[in-house]
């Protein structure tokens, strides 16, 4: 019996000797293997770190407005009896755009007009007869006090008749015609909408930090979807007198030149004001920049000193950098790289410090300061 114990266990402590020994074999090739191993090389894009000056901007978005814009109605209520002028059309001030009925207005013009004439005669017949004293003076007063109260009469009859007819109060385009004709109007109703469009208005608001970098007079870029591609200039003309309390934002106004009138109110634009000199900057783009909790990182090149055979002469160098400003697809770096150094700006997560790299620059990433959409 013990013989077969000290058998049994002999067996036992062989088995597990054998499979102890066989992890620590494994164990053994697969460091060997692992430190035999070469770090592959890892394909990657880079750029030169280049110096640009940046022009410091204040953006906004803003909207036309004209310079001169109104409903044209009438002053007296009547029936539509004529439309001389077309939805728009540009017209120059005073022309005649609308003239309500007026005949009854006329008719009554007319006898006020006789009964005026008359009174003159009177006048004129009293004059002569005062002198020969063949009339009182209070005859004489009475009728010329009828010829100057039917004289008023004349005068007020015939500023009624004039707001029969609607004229243009100033040149412009016309909007879309409110009334037909034949239609009854009550007095004050919109008949057109008249917009003056060159020059043009654009108001907008800054900031009020920004109020110290404005003053009237400057210039200002302005792009609008109306044109794609197609810079219209214009410059400051006021400055709001006070700062919004809610936004604490300023408006400011500007006048635009528009002589082909495709700038219409009510349409947004987006607005750009250069203002200071321009500041010196080392861009990358910012595809190159990983950003981290602890600090943000770049990877640039170094040449190996001592390199393999048939091994890349390049390796990776993680640096971490201080980012500024970004402005469309670049980034300012204020320290941490200097200019001319090859950074990699695609491939970065594949990489530590000494991976061998394989540079590809057929395929860049986007580094425009300021890009478009392809369909601007």
């Known amino acids: 019996m013990i013989k077969r114990m000290i058998v049994m266990l ?12 066989y992890k620590q074999f494994g164990s053994m090739m697969m460091m060997k293997a692992m430190a ?6 890892q394909t990657v894009t880079t750029t030169k770190a280049n110096g640009s000056a940046w022009q410091d901007e204040i953006k906004a978005v803003g909207t036309f407005k004209a310079v001169k814009g109104t409903n044209v109605s009438s002053e007296a ?5 004529n439309i001389f002028v077309e939805s728009g059309q540009d017209i120059e001030g005073g022309t005649l755009l609308v003239q309500l009925k007026s005949d009854e207005d006329q008719a009554q013009l007319n006898a006020l007009e006789s009964k005026l004439k008359l009174a003159q005669i009177t006048l004129d017949r ?8 063949a009339i009182s003076q209070a005859t004489y007063d009475a009728d010329k006090a009828d010829f100057e109260n039917l004289k008023a009469q ?3 009859q015939k500023a009624a008749l004039e707001k029969k007819t609607v004229l243009a109060p100033f040149a412009g385009r016309l909007g879309i015609r409110q009334v037909d004709q034949g239609q009854y109007l009550a007095a004050g109703t919109a008949m057109f909408a008249l917009q003056q469009l060159d020059p043009i208005y654009i108001d907008f608001a800054v900031p009020q930090q920004d109020m110290s970098k404005l003053q009237v007079g400057q210039k200002i ?13 214009g410059e400051i003309s006021a400055l709001d007198a006070t700062v919004d309390e809610s936004t604490r934002n300023i408006n400011v106004r500007a006048t635009v030149k528009n002589p082909d009138k495709a700038l219409l109110p009510g349409m947004f634009a987006s607005v750009s004001i250069e203002v200071g000199q321009p500041i010196p900057y080392l861009t990358l783009p ?3 920049i990983t950003y981290n909790p602890y600090g943000n990182v770049v990877f640039i090149t170094q040449k190996v000193t001592d390199p393999k055979p048939d091994a890349p002469a390049i390796e990776a160098h993680m640096v971490f950098v201080k980012t500024g400003l970004t402005r469309g697809d670049q980034v300012a770096i204020l320290s941490g790289i200097s ?5 990699i700006t695609s491939g970065q997560m594949k990489l530590r410090n000494g991976t061998p790299l394989v540079i590809n620059n057929e395929v860049q990433p986007k580094n425009d300061q300021d890009p478009h959409p392809k369909d601007e």
């Open 10 to 21: 002999l067996l036992v402590g062989l088995v597990l000797g054998g499979v102890f020994g």
């Open 221 to 233: 870029a302005i792009s609008t979807d109306v044109a794609p591609g197609k810079p219209f200039e």
């Open 126 to 133: 009293d004059d002569k007869q005062i002198k020969a004293k």
């Open 286 to 288: 910012q595809t190159a």
């Open 339 to 343: 200019e001319g150094d090859e950074v």
């Open 36 to 41: 035999s191993a070469s770090n592959p090389a």
């Open 77 to 81: 209520a009547g029936m539509v009896e």
């Open 154 to 156: 004349v005068e007020q």
